[in-house]
């Protein structure tokens, strides 16, 4: 439902706590996470690599600082990271990666998937002159292809490439429960090719912050010495963890009527003569359109018109707006943007003056 009636489609983050998470919230037992006794914080790493099917698992505070203390745990400084290139860890965490003094190399893909045969040709040992490659990087859903998944047999081609050549693979799982919903496959198959795995409690799981880094014991030892350098010890941080534990257990069956919604507000889109969408790409929870050649209309008009009339979406690149649906948005939003989306292009397609000032 819309927050204070405004539809916010800008992302899965913008979502506010459930009762049950301030109510979680209240009752937690906590401790001093630092020194590693706060059980609430326990319980949840607990239940995160359950869930994953890894040995082990460590709070942080964000998505981006589990996936930076991921690479610097994997990797030596000098060594290079492998991602395909819309990755997320390569666009969009501010060249963090520098920080674990390694290079990030791209690869071109197709919908945020790399060739396997891309990969292999690229893998490189340190020779004196040219970096080794430290680790690989995939990202499932896949944001910026459109929330899409990745294909399961191609992950397992690469690992297998990866595992020959004794190289471990992060995986970027910030929405992998929603990869799970979308395609049935549980979260730890889709975690087991990887050594380590993010996911994100404070996106479509609805917690207010929050990321979970799972590995094995070792790593997730040695992982937590490189959280403290980046000043990420906490210490009651039982009041996040509870919120967590609330969005395990009752937020991960929901992230379909998400994906339901997302599909709805696709097609709805793809019936406005003006906007380019390419509906087999709406997997799960995320929707992007641009328009067609000849619009007179432009994004920006689109997502300025949208604001004012209480519906928000993100222009996400040149050519595209991104709208995600999440907790917070129910079929009246949907219905609300499609809506608000249409009458404005109609403007356009009439030939008239566009302006931001239609039927406000
Ligand atoms: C795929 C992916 N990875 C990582 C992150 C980073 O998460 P955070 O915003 O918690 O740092 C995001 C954030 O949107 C994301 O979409």
Known sequence: ????????????????????MYEAMMTAPLGD????????????????????????AMLCISGTMANQVAIRTHCRPGQEVILEESNHILNYEMGSAAFAMVQTRPIVGTNGVMEPCELERRLRSADGHSPGTGLICLENTHNAAGGVILPRDIVLELSGIARRAGIPIHLDGARIFNAQAASGIPARELAAPADSVMFCLSKGLGCPLGSLLCGSRDFIDKARSFRQVMGGGMRQAGIIAACGIVALEENIE????????????????SRIPAIEIDISRVETNMVYF??????????????????????????????????????????????????????????????????LQIEL
């Open 290 to 355: 641009g328009l067609k050649d000849g619009c007179t209309a432009t994004l920006e008009d689109i997502v300025e018109n949208a604001r004012h009339r209480d519906v928000l979406m993100a222009q996400a690149t040149k050519l595209s707006i991104r709208m995600v649906c999440h907790k917070d948005i129910d079929d009246n939003d949907v219905g609300k943007a499609i809506h608000v989306i249409q009458e404005f292009l109609k403007h356009a397609e009439n030939g008239r003056t566009l302006s």
């Open 254 to 269: 929901r992230l379909s009527e998400d994906h339901k919604r997302a599909r709805r507000l696709g097609e709805g889109l």
């Open 33 to 56: 996470d630092s020194l590693g006794d706060d059980p609430t914080v326990s319980k949840l790493e607990q239940m995160a690599a359950d869930l994953l099917g890894k040995e082990a």
């Open 1 to 20: 439902m819309a927050y204070q009636g405004v539809s916010d489609f800008r992302s899965d983050t913008v979502t506010r706590p459930t009762r049950s």
